[in-house]
């Protein structure tokens, strides 16, 4: 098994793989804890071309994908926006906003692969955080490359349910 870990950008044409698995990976986290109604206008309003195309693009965006053998199994989006958990207000930190792995995948090398590259590319901050739901079971994944909960509580970034910070500081 050939596990890459890369940076996309929409020029790359892969703007319709990137959709339909981003709206999979959705339906993968989030089916379980939302009515179907709610769970498909986050889609159509998050996942859509038009609006990954842009995300993809933007300057203050980045794009990781990584691929097994010959196809997608996951991606993270590391940007410059987001609300800072507290205990990182006056540190220099990036948030990965979007971190998934699709079950088909579930090897824990693809989604260290994935995570290595991100801790690579925020390396020139003091910190790195994500805000995940709780009781998402990549939480677990996450503490144990180093990551800790943070006791302030949240609401995840685009959807009205319980959430928590987990931070990883660089030494």
């Known amino acids: 098994m050939k596990i890459e870990t890369k940076f996309t950008i929409a020029a790359q044409g892969v703007p319709k793989m990137a959709v339909e698995l981003t709206k999979d990976l959705a339906h993968e986290k989030f089916s379980q804890i939302l009515d179907q109604k709610i769970l498909e ?23 990781l994908t990584v691929f097994v053998d010959d196809h997608i199994a996951g991606y993270a989006k590391i940007t410059s926006r987001g609300k ?23 090897q824990e090398q693809i989604k260290k692969s994935l995570l290595d590259k991100c801790r690579s590319v ?11 739901c709780i ?15 943070q006791s302030e509580k949240v609401q995840h970034d685009e959807l009205n349910l319980p959430s928590e910070y987990l931070v990883y500081q660089y030494k």
């Open 84 to 106: 800072t958990p507290f205990c990182l207000e006056n540190s220099r930190a990036l948030p990965i906003a979007d971190f998934a792995v699709l079950k088909r995948d579930p």
């Open 135 to 149: 009781d998402n079971p990549v939480i677990s994944f996450f503490e144990s490359y180093g990551f800790r909960k």
């Open 122 to 132: 925020c390396k020139r901050v003091e910190a790195v955080w994500i805000n995940e």
């Open 41 to 63: 206008s986050y889609i159509a309003e998050q996942f859509n071309a038009k609006y990954r195309i842009s995300e993809m693009n933007s300057m203050s965006n980045q794009r």
